[in-house]
């Protein structure tokens, strides 16, 4: 099963996602672990911390975890 990670702006980077949820604990680290380790983006390795990613993106990531990027939907200001 995979977590929903729901972003209220366009689309979020790898790296945000990372620190997000707590795979790594310093937006810094993102490089070195994306280089250490193979994260997968739809199903392809991908080590750029700045990758967008819209809504219904896969990211696996080497323990196991799976998230799906859900959007809220527009909303007025």
């Known amino acids: 099963m995979a977590t929903e990670v729901h972003i209220q702006t366009p689309f979020?980077?790898?790296g945000q996602l990372?620190?997000?949820e707590s795979i790594i604990s310093t937006g810094?680290?993102?490089k070195?672990?994306?280089r250490?380790?193979?994260?997968l983006v739809n199903q392809e390795p991908d080590d750029r911390r700045g990758?967008?990613?819209y809504p219904g993106d896969i990211v696996a990531v080497?323990?196991?975890?799976?998230?799906?990027?859900?959007?809220m939907?527009?909303?007025a200001d």
């Open 62 to 71: 080497p323990s196991g975890e799976r998230f799906v990027i859900n959007g």
């Open 28 to 30: 810094g680290q993102a």
């Open 32 to 34: 070195w672990y994306l």
């Open 51 to 53: 990758r967008k990613l």
């Open 73 to 75: 939907g527009a909303e």
């Open 36 to 39: 250490e380790n193979t994260v």
């Open 18 to 20: 990372l620190k997000e």
């Open 12 to 14: 979020i980077t790898l």
